[in-house]
């Protein structure tokens, strides 16, 4: 919200400096954002009157402009704008003088400009005719009859004035930032409130009583119907005859242009000034476009076509609330009128509408049809309906002030539920104890009636009634914070909290963490993504219809088809990364998310979506390949404690290459025996294998979609699987007392039996002797066979409680031989 200074005194008296008034409102609740200060950096700029125009010899689009400064001599200055004219008043920097800026055409320069005299094409200029946004007006509040040329001042002001102080230029503008909860604050009136009740003056009220209305009366010109109470709480509509449509005078001009707003002509310039001052939109129609002389207050009929003073056609669904005639509708509600009423050269007569609408269906409006206007941005937060008469009554008053028509008597007023504010008990021993101060009853009366609340009750109990602006007020606990605010933040007492907590982490983040640092160490670059994901990520990777992956939860109001559901799996966002890194030429990447994947629940479509963690690892380049992330997947779960994991072969996922993909399994059997007091271990699927996820060579085309042209490895873990089984508890085991023995195997099997199966049964079959069990070779050639491979192991076995014989060891050894003959029909090479 800008606020002008020099327009907030005319609210209440504010005798202290911008500075001193800043702090204040700060300390007061009213945050601030910026503070500009306009008219300090224009030096020797006067107020000229071009008195004679000639055309320049060498250029056609350049006059040579003789100019009345004030001075003997006037001055020659060359001018390209083309609504400069003899008689003009113009604002005229001198020879080594100073602007805002920035030039015409040009970019802002830090510092401003300094103007100096030279020559144009050949001819001598001795300063320069200015524009409003060259003296430091932004383009988009200059006024619409000087936006596209030289600033022209009014006729009766004096050639050599100082041009800041002859238009009164010097003014700093505060940009407060309004909270949601605070629309009462987003307007002239509430800020002068805030203002007056924390610097402890009197706030006075704009001039609302019309002191010449015709004998003419509203409700002879319209009538007006509210076919929605429920989104329509009030409509008020007030007449005004023998309009004269022309500029506004200068010091509503300005009013408008510190605030942010163009001003357009007299008529449009009151309805905005009136919304800044009372934070209530208004709108006038031409009365003569009114159908049937009346106004009806319904939605629109679904699929209506209805064209907006912007020049754009709209297409409207059932639920927008529009404004009507007898025959068609003039205006979105609350949002932008209609171009088939808009106010015109000729208008006489027209109908000031001054109306609350709810605010909930004026966003929904808003937003369906792509439209946000300052009215609507208004209404979104809520406004009071009791503003709508006072409102109306400015506007009328403001007509009279500038000679721009006639008020007709009366107002046609459609209130049907008056809105009252509702009163709260508020304790005064409460409100010492919240805020940690010792006021007296008295003295929080003081600061509340300051605020416009009244205070009634005795004793302990106050029961405050608030304005009807001041929404936000609902519970006593509002009524203390406005108690803290007026005391002041800055004399509050600073406490530390009262506690013997100690700051810990929970266990799902110590394992997050240790994951990271984990993968980290072992060369891979953590990543983070976006939740919000496009749908068709499943379909890159190739998931079928049927797939869990595909239980979206979905977004009510998505930014865009690309963001519409929450993810269910990860690899799409991996992948997106990878390809991104392969297009910018990077010859190899390592990379893993930790993130959050979302599923609907399926017994309850409305239910609440359950929320689970995921690890993502994907790889590209630099010799990587299925073992290189196998060994990467095997050394994280070691490190987190999860030991009997099992790669199965998968050929059925479609983000994956068939003949190299496998589900990961662990077998819980360790986490079932540390929890054997919270598991039934009678369930057989209690102590089956879980499978933690997938991983694989990433398919061709699932790559050649993300755009990478090169081997690339992915897996996806269930990382809050990981993180109940996870045992990373460190348990002393003292060196063993007695010697290993180690033996080496090899055996020929057939190509396609996995060697974790096989390890498995080596495991199995040796028993507790067997300490370690470790591949260290896998030969494909002619001496294993056509369709064979060989694969040795070394064995290590040990007793801790004595030395091994050799016979002990041959006996295990050879029960491994034959368990490995008969699962997968080995045969023992010769080592």
Known sequence: MLVPIEWLKDYTDINVSTEEFCDRMIMSGSNLE???????????????????????????????????????DMLQIICGAPNVYEGAMVPVALHKSHIPGPLHGQPKQEGGVKITKGKLRGVESFGMICSAGELGFDDKVVPVFIKDGIWLLPDDLVPGTDFVEAMGIKNAVVDFEITPNRPDCLAMMGMAREAAATFGTELKYPDTQCQNETDEKAEDYISIEIKNPDLCKRYAGRIVTDVKIEQSPWWLQKRLMYAGMRPINNIVDI???????????????????????????????????????????????????????????????????????????????ILVESANFNGDSIRATSKKLGLRTEASSRFEKGIDPNLCQAAADRFCRLV??????????????????????????????????????????????????????????????????????????????????????????????????????????????????????????????????????????????????????????????????????????????????????????????????????????????????????????????????????????????????????????????????????????????????????????????????VELGIMGEVHPDVAEKYGINTRTYCCELRFNIMADIANVEKAFKPLPKYPAATRDIAVVVDDDIPVGQMVSIITFAGGELLEDVKLFDIYRGEQAGEGKKSVAFTLTYRDPEKTLTDEEVTEVHDKIVNALTTGVEAVLREM
Request: with cysteine; net charge negative; glycine share 8%.
């Open 34 to 72: 910026t503070v500009e200060y306009f008219g300090e950096d224009i030096k020797k700029v006067v107020v000229g009157k071009i008195v004679k125009i000639e055309k320049h010899p060498d250029a056609d689009k350049l006059r040579v402009c003789r100019v009345d400064v004030g001075e003997e």
């Open 271 to 349: 309805t905005n000034f009136v919304m800044l001052e009372y934070g209530q939109p208004m709108h006038a129609f031409d009365i003569r476009q009114l159908e049937d002389s009346k106004i009806i207050v319904e939605t629109a009929k679904e699929g209506e076509k209805f064209t907006t003073l912007d020049e754009t056609e709209r297409t409207l669904t059932g639920d927008m609330l529009m404004i009507k005639d007898g025959k068609k509708p003039v205006a979105i509600a609350g949002v932008m009128g209609g171009l088939n009423s808009e106010i015109e050269e000729d208008t006489t007569t």
């Open 400 to 689: 009279e002030i500038l000679g721009c028509g006639k008020v007709a008597k009366g107002t046609v007023d459609v209130y049907p539920a008056v809105e009252e504010a509702k009163s709260v008990d508020v304790r005064v021993d409460r409100v010492n104890s919240v805020l940690g101060i010792d006021l007296s009853r008295e003295e929080m009366v003081s600061m509340l009636e300051a605020l416009e609340m009244k205070v009634e009750g005795e004793g302990n109990i106050m029961t405050v009634t608030p304005p009807t602006v001041r929404q936000d007020l609902l519970e006593e606990v509002d009524y203390i914070e406005e108690v803290a605010r007026m005391y002041g933040y800055d004399k509050m007492p600073v406490t530390l909290p009262k506690s013997n907590t100690e700051a810990t982490k929970p266990e799902t983040w110590v394992l997050k963490d240790l994951a990271r640092d984990t993968l980290c160490a072992m060369g891979l670059d953590e990543i983070q993504t976006y939740s919000f994901v496009s749908p068709k990520g499943v379909d890159n990777i190739r998931l079928g219809e049927e797939t869990w992956e595909r239980n979206f939860v979905r977004i009510l109001n998505p930014l865009g088809e690309e963001n519409s559901v929450m993810r269910t799996v990860l690899t799409p966002n991996m992948l997106e990364v990878l390809g991104r890194n392969y297009s910018r030429k990077l010859e190899s990447a390592k990379a893993f998310e930790i993130g959050n994947t979302f599923f609907g629940s399926i017994n309850d479509p409305m239910g609440l979506p359950e929320e689970h963690d995921a690890l993502c690892i994907g790889l590209y380049g630099d010799g990587a390949d299925f073992f290189t992330l196998k060994g990467i997947i095997v050394e994280l779960l070691k490190i987190m404690g999860i030991n009997d994991i099992e790669f199965i072969p998968e050929e059925n996922c479609g983000a994956y290459h068939p003949g190299r993909c496998a589900r990961i399994m662990v077998n819980i059997l360790d986490y079932v025996l540390r929890h054997k007091d919270e598991i039934d271990t009678t369930d057989p699927e209690a102590l089956a294998p």
